[in-house]
């Protein structure tokens, strides 16, 4: 998955959950008119949201940058500035939306080196 390295928008999130939910729909032979709820269909297919999973490959490769020495070239792409500054709010930047998950899952950045406790404190289960 690519969603790794780009910030997502809340309206892009928005449109991927959209497709995903048509796709579980499609696949488990419902459509709206059924009126089955979207954690119903979930359940059943034993499937997490594609947001949580989006999150988990966030920072699952925020681990890996992380852990790499600071000389390695992905490192030096950290301190890149892109850019000057524009008018209006500012862009959404990877490493906010890395800050904004960390904060979700109430996790501390210095658990990136314990890659076991870091993997499990990031995993998202599949069956709900």
Do not use: Y
């Not at 600071?70 to 301190?79: F, G, L, M, Q, S």
């Amino acid at each position: 998955m690519e969603s790794e390295c780009w910030p997502i928008k809340k309206q892009q999130e928005h449109k991927v959950k959209v497709a995903e939910m048509r796709m579980l729909r499609w696949s488990s032979g419902l459509t709206l008119k059924d009126k089955v709820r979207n954690e119903t269909i979930r359940s059943n297919l034993k499937v997490a949201p594609i947001d949580e999973k989006m999150r988990e490959g966030r920072l699952r490769w925020f681990g890996h940058v992380r852990r790499r020495p600071i000389d390695a070239p992905i490192r030096k792409c950290e301190d890149i500035d892109i850019g000057t500054e524009r008018e209006g709010r500012p862009r959404l930047t990877w490493e906010r939306v890395i800050r904004k998950d960390l904060e979700l899952l109430d996790i501390s950045e210095d658990l990136v080196e314990e890659r076991g406790e870091w993997r499990r404190s990031i995993h998202v289960a599949d069956a709900l």
